[in-house]
């Protein structure tokens, strides 16, 4: 008899289905909703597990016999699979695989070596948050430059698994980026639909170089999701946006990481940029699986932060009435420019569950954070830098104090979106109306950390006259 080894649970109304019934489009054919992946032990009480062993033993509904994963047996595991030449276990996401057992041949998923991103202190940015510490999660130290590589590593592996050869995906870049390299690395074809002059070069940049067959589309990121929704019902297109529950399923593992480098501490507070909103789902399942095992005591709580310009989580999170209503979206954090999130439910359940809290950003606040980031010589992108400016708002709110500790997202690399990068440093990203709405200290702030680039003639002297004059003024603490 085969035994499977995961079901899909529709997160609205809790029917269960298999792998295979689930609809080309991935939502629930009775109430729309999205499914999660659940395991035979997703409901076991932590209690039936062996001391020892990686795995003790239950009966399943049917009578099979399932494996519950062991506690410390699988710390050790994980720890071991470090030093392994195996691509499995070199990968920061299947290192984990015995909490994400989706696919039949383990020898052949697809991997970059994804994951093993590190986890940065940032001294400086905890003081302008006031906060004693501050710890940062790099996932821009993927192979592609942004988290999506842990959930493409998994999606992917089941696209190419279950005998699709086309894959596609809306994106505002970066998960584009990231299907193109895992499809190419695989030998499938991969569409991508971005909204076109909307996405940073970079990103555009990667899905060219990674072959995929991209198509601009004239509307916003939510216009391109309705495009391929059509397309999907009609070709045998495999889904990579985050409404695919096994991208999650990688996108979970950071959690897993994240309390390994804290050595098995759980932080206080997680901190999300909010687009889409799966990223928080993920991370919440991550850890809410982790507790669940008896790996970690407890769960931390997660907030969410939007761009003031796209924020339909933000105002759902103020409603008395608790109404999502899609907004229009503009910001120039192009990764999060996102009016009609698809996984706004999972997320908005993720805040409710663990007690976290939803905060919106302007695009002052968002533009000195990633400048402070950047400064501690660890750099994002504009969408990532959301978090430092939501947690000083959660600190001003005391939803965040001093000693608790906090960990950003951050979600995608600083070369992701350079043309960004040159606009601030030259005093060119904000219009008058922006500029006039800051206040003399934060125009102060925004002063001391713009360092654009000066022009000389190749004089020597000349260069060192600039240096003598620059060298005079004292850095900032
Ligand atoms: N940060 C970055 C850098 C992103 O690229 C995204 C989403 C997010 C944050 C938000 O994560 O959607 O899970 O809430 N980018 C998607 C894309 C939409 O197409 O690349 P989310």
Same mark, same amino acid.
């Given at each position: 008899?085969?035994?499977?080894?995961?079901?899909?649970?529709?997160?609205?109304?809790?029917?269960?289905?298999?792998?295979?019934?689930?609809?080309?489009?991935?939502?629930?054919?009775?109430?729309?909703?999205?499914?999660?992946?659940?395991?035979?032990?997703?409901?076991?009480?932590?209690?039936?597990?062996?001391?020892?062993?990686?795995?003790?033993?239950?009966?399943?509904?049917?009578?099979?016999?399932?494996?519950?994963?062991?506690?410390?047996?699988?710390?050790?595991?994980?720890?071991?699979?470090?030093?392994?030449?195996?691509?499995?276990?070199?990968?920061?996401?299947?290192?984990?695989?015995?909490?994400?057992?989706?696919?039949?041949?383990?020898?052949?998923?697809?991997?970059?070596?994804?994951?093993?991103?590190?986890?940065?202190?940032?001294?400086?940015?905890?003081?302008?948050?006031?906060?004693?510490?501050?710890?940062?999660?790099?996932?821009?130290?993927?192979?592609?430059?942004?988290?999506?590589?842990? *959930?493409?590593?998994? &999606?992917? #592996?089941? !696209?190419?698994?279950? +005998? $699709?050869?086309?894959?596609?995906?809306?994106?505002?870049?970066?998960?584009?980026?990231?299907?193109?390299?895992?499809?190419?690395?695989?030998?499938?074809?991969?569409?991508?639909?971005?909204?076109?002059?909307?996405?940073?070069?970079?990103?555009?940049?990667?899905?060219?170089?990674?072959?995929?067959?991209?198509?601009?589309?004239?509307?916003?990121?939510?216009?391109?999701?309705?495009?391929?929704?059509?397309?999907?019902?009609?070709?045998?297109?495999?889904?990579?946006?985050?409404?695919?529950?096994?991208?999650?399923?990688?996108?979970?593992?950071?959690?897993?990481?994240?309390?390994?480098?804290?050595?098995?501490?759980?932080?206080?507070?997680?901190?999300?940029? *909010?687009?889409?909103? &799966?990223? #928080?789902? !993920?991370?919440?399942? +991550? $850890?809410?699986?982790?507790?669940?095992?008896?790996?970690?005591?407890?769960?931390?709580?997660?907030?969410?932060?939007?761009?003031?310009?796209?924020?339909?989580?933000?105002?759902?999170?103020?409603?008395?009435?608790?109404?999502?209503?899609?907004?229009?979206?503009?910001?120039?954090?192009?990764?999060?420019?996102?009016?009609?999130?698809?996984?706004?439910?999972?997320?908005?359940?993720?805040?409710?569950?663990?007690?976290?809290?939803?905060?919106?950003?302007?695009?002052q606040?968002?533009a000195l954070?990633?400048a402070e980031?950047?400064a501690?010589?660890?750099?994002?992108?504009?969408?990532?830098?959301?978090?430092?400016?939501?947690?000083?708002?959660?600190?001003?709110?005391?939803?965040?104090?001093?000693?608790?500790?906090?960990?950003?997202?951050?979600?995608?690399?600083?070369?992701?979106?350079?043309?960004?990068?040159?606009?601030y440093h030259r005093d060119e990203l904000f219009?008058?109306?922006?500029r006039?709405?800051l206040s003399p200290a934060e125009r102060a702030q925004h002063a001391a950390l713009r360092k654009p680039?000066?022009?000389?003639?190749?004089?020597?002297?000349?260069?060192?006259?600039?240096?003598?004059?620059h060298?005079?003024h004292p850095q900032p603490?």
């Amino acid at each position: 008899m085969r035994v499977e080894t995961h079901h899909l649970r529709c997160t609205e109304c809790a029917t269960v289905i298999t792998k295979d019934e689930v609809s080309s489009n991935f939502r629930c054919p009775q109430c729309h909703g999205l499914y999660e992946v659940v395991y035979p032990w997703s409901a076991i009480p932590p209690a039936v597990q062996a001391p020892n062993q990686t795995t003790s033993q239950i009966s399943g509904p049917t009578n099979e016999v399932h494996r519950v994963p062991n506690p410390s047996a699988l710390r050790w595991l994980w720890q071991e699979r470090r030093s392994s030449t195996m691509a499995v276990d070199q990968s920061g996401v299947w290192r984990f695989r015995d909490l994400l057992p989706i696919v039949d041949d383990l020898e052949k998923v697809i991997t970059l070596r994804e994951g093993n991103t590190p986890l940065y202190d940032l001294p400086r940015c905890a003081k302008a948050a006031g906060l004693d510490w501050l710890l940062a999660k790099h996932q821009g130290m993927n192979p592609t430059g942004s988290f999506k590589d842990t *959930g493409m590593t998994a &999606a992917l #592996s089941v !696209a190419a698994q279950r +005998g $699709f050869d086309w894959v596609a995906c809306a994106s505002t870049g970066n998960t584009s980026a990231a299907m193109a390299a895992y499809a190419a690395r695989a030998g499938l074809r991969s569409i991508v639909f971005i909204p076109e002059g909307k996405i940073a070069w970079g990103k555009l940049s990667q899905s060219m170089d990674y072959g995929a067959f991209t198509i601009q589309l004239r509307t916003d990121f939510d216009g391109c999701v309705k495009i391929l929704g059509e397309l999907v019902k009609q070709f045998p297109i495999y889904l990579l946006n985050s409404v695919n529950p096994y991208r999650l399923e990688g996108q979970k593992t950071p959690a897993f990481e994240m309390v390994e480098q804290m050595d098995w501490q759980v932080p206080e507070h997680i901190i999300v940029p *909010g687009g889409n909103l &799966a990223n #928080s789902a !993920a991370l919440g399942k +991550g $850890f809410s699986e982790m507790f669940q095992l008896g790996l970690i005591p407890r769960k931390p709580k997660i907030s969410i932060i939007q761009a003031h310009g796209a924020n339909p989580l933000y105002r759902w999170f103020i409603d008395s009435n608790r109404i999502m209503n899609p907004v229009t979206a503009d910001t120039r954090a192009t990764a999060i420019r996102i009016g009609n999130p698809a996984s706004w439910r999972k997320a908005a359940s993720i805040i409710d569950e663990l007690g976290g809290w939803c905060e919106e950003v302007s695009e002052q606040e968002i533009a000195l954070a990633k400048a402070e980031i950047g400064a501690e010589g660890v750099g994002c992108e504009p969408a990532s830098a959301v978090t430092l400016a939501g947690l000083k708002k959660l600190v001003a709110l005391g939803k965040v104090t001093r000693e608790e500790r906090v960990v950003l997202i951050l979600t995608g690399h600083t070369l992701k979106d350079s043309a960004y990068t040159i606009d601030y440093h030259r005093d060119e990203l904000f219009t008058d109306a922006e500029r006039a709405q800051l206040s003399p200290a934060e125009r102060a702030q925004h002063a001391a950390l713009r360092k654009p680039p000066i022009v000389l003639d190749a004089d020597a002297s000349l260069v060192l006259r600039t240096l003598e004059s620059h060298m005079q003024h004292p850095q900032p603490a």
